[in-house]
């Protein structure tokens, strides 16, 4: 929240998004990427206790019950995902105060992205926490790894006018497709455009689900590899 | 004689609870087991049998974590076979784990949670549901006295009252074999002696097959057997009393201001092998009472502290290995 007033208005001054409709200034176009922003740390936070959980605790009781690795993920996963998606829905109530007018479709449609978003973050933080044996290293990949995926996704800056190479860097990021489908969602009910080209509304949604999908089976794949 | 264990599986209820089973015991061959370099487990080979309670007694750092770890399902076997209730922990684990009750060193438990949710989840995880599970969860807190608690949170419950409730869980899917990880960690001697009084019952009444782990010595002695690690190697195996008596006789430690000195002069005059732990003498011998009359008679000036006693699963230790009975210097994992 804070990160977004402050950063937000700082720039807004001297960055104009291209196309952006007037009225609607950097922080409008932030606030997407805030939203997001909030859905990758909850769901990848909710994903560290694994690390010791596994070691001693709770979890090694689950993993000497008859239930298979699959399922185990996918509880994790759903119980991440909730918490992230109530995280996101209260900043979601603050749409209406960059402009964002919903209609049934478009917030129903929001709250369907930001949980495929969840989802698919929570399995990423599994597929990390799953080969982990210290939260130190866990925190070391969020930096190296996690914190890039967020700027480069579009959430901080669109990829229009970027060097090349960065703009490759940003069509390579599944985050890039999820924000977009994310805007998309939006914006569906406001007449306002979503701030110029971005990727297609359909590859967004088609990118993210199958995100979600290779995230989990690859969890699945390094609990069972890890474990007995 | 009446073979009461016979007696115990005939009847209606020993036929409905365990028509699969075969065997009722666990049979651990040759397993060894490997981290990096270091050599947890080798070459261990013991069984034990139901209505049993065994206990694994080791200093720590001795492998028996990583025994536990392979029991419990947790780690693969890599090297030697074990046979739980006759499945083979290497091919049929799904099996396995229906019949295990685990009982881990940490808690097990989500302390944010109520006694009943923590018991009701775990019942989910086994398949329980419904009004089954309600009636099982209400007959374990009963059993382990905790009905009364049953509303509250785990986390403001005393460190007994949550080993108890661990141990319901571990039994609320009714397994044959329950197998703990250092049970009496953190608990006092009244609350320890609890335990080991409802471990026993358990074991009798419901011809359980009960596994434990401890570097205690005196929940060692609780057990109907025990095996002794010592390097990942099982250096002892049997009833505590039947360990205790291949010390020769008693033991006499000694503390004088030069022990060395003293040692060589009483192996000397008295023909007897003394070992030097702990900054102690100790010396085994037969009629510990006449040697501790003749070698206080022999070195009074010498001798500050001398104990006689009779042989403690400890002595047994330091027979076997001629360690004091101390953690290691390379930690467990």
Redesign the interface.
């Given at each position: 929240m804070v990160f977004w007033l402050l950063i937000g208005s700082g720039l807004s001054a001297s960055f104009q998004p291209t196309g952006a409709a007037n009225g609607t200034g950097y922080i409008a176009y932030f606030y997407p990427g805030i939203v997001v922003l909030v859905l990758l740390f909850t769901s990848i936070f909710a994903t560290i206790s694994v690390v010791n959980d596994r070691r001693e605790g709770f979890l090694q009781s689950i993993l000497v019950a008859p239930v298979p690795r699959w399922r185990v993920v996918m509880a994790q996963a759903l119980g991440g995902t909730t918490l992230a998606l109530l995280q996101g829905l209260l900043l979601l109530l603050l749409a209406p105060t960059v402009g964002i007018r919903f209609g049934a479709t478009s917030i129903l449609l929001s709250i369907g992205v930001m949980a495929l978003l969840a989802f698919g973050l929570t399995n990423l933080g599994l597929l990390i926490a799953w080969r982990m044996d210290s939260t130190q290293g866990f925190h070391a990949i969020m930096n190296l790894l996690l914190i890039p995926i967020w700027l480069l996704s579009g959430a901080f800056f669109p990829s229009t006018g970027v060097p090349g190479w960065l703009a490759w860097t940003m069509k390579l990021n599944p985050l890039t497709y999820g924000l977009a489908a994310f805007r998309h969602s939006l914006y569906l009910d406001t007449t306002a455009n979503a701030f110029g080209e971005g990727p297609l509304w359909t590859l967004s949604l088609l990118i993210t689900g199958l995100f979600c999908v290779l995230t989990y089976v690859g969890a699945t794949l390094t609990a069972s590899a890890q474990t007995n | 004689m009446v073979d009461t264990e016979v007696l115990h599986s005939i009847t209606p209820e020993g036929f409905r609870r365990f028509p699969m089973v075969s065997d009722n015991r666990i049979e651990v061959e040759n397993l060894s087991h490997a981290y990096q370099k270091r050599q947890a487990l080798d070459n261990v080979s013991f069984d034990v049998s139901c209505g049993e309670i065994f206990g694994l007694l080791g200093p720590n750092g001795s492998g028996k974590t990583t025994l536990f770890r392979i029991l419990?399902?947790?780690?693969?076997v890599t090297s030697g076979t074990v046979r739980i209730l006759g499945h083979d922990l290497a091919t049929e684990?799904?099996a396995i784990?229906?019949l295990?009750g685990?009982v881990?060193?940490?808690?097990?438990?989500?302390a944010k949670l109520t006694v009943v949710e923590n018991l009701r989840h775990?019942g989910h995880?086994?398949?329980l549901a419904g009004k089954t599970l309600r009636h099982r969860i209400s007959e374990l807190l009963e059993r382990f006295g905790v009905s009364d608690r049953a509303k509250e949170r785990v986390e403001i419950l005393s460190g007994g009252l949550q080993r108890r409730v661990e141990i319901a869980?571990a039994m609320l899917h009714s397994p044959r074999v329950l197998l703990l990880d250092e049970p009496t960690s953190g608990l006092d001697v009244t609350a320890r002696r609890q335990l080991s009084d409802y471990l026993g019952t358990i074991a009798q009444t419901e011809n359980i097959l009960v596994l434990l782990t401890t570097h205690l010595l005196d929940d060692a002695e609780a057990c109907n057997r025990v095996g002794i690690l010592d390097a990942g190697k099982l250096v002892a195996l049997g009833k505590p009393d039947a360990l205790k008596a291949e010390v020769a006789g008693d033991v006499i430690l000694i503390e004088s201001t030069d022990n060395e000195t003293l040692g060589t002069a009483i192996a000397e005059r008295f023909r007897v092998s003394t070992v030097f732990t702990d900054n102690r003498l100790r010396i085994e011998c037969k009629r510990g009472h006449e040697f501790v009359r003749d070698v206080v008679a022999a070195f009074p000036d010498e001798i500050q502290t001398i104990r006689f006693g009779k042989p403690t699963l400890e002595d047994v230790f330091i027979k076997l290995t001629g360690n004091p009975f101390v953690e290691k210097k390379d930690s467990e994992n």
């Open positions: - | 419990s399902t947790l780690m693969p684990v799904k784990r229906n295990l685990v881990f060193q940490h808690p097990g438990l989500d775990h995880l086994y398949g869980k």
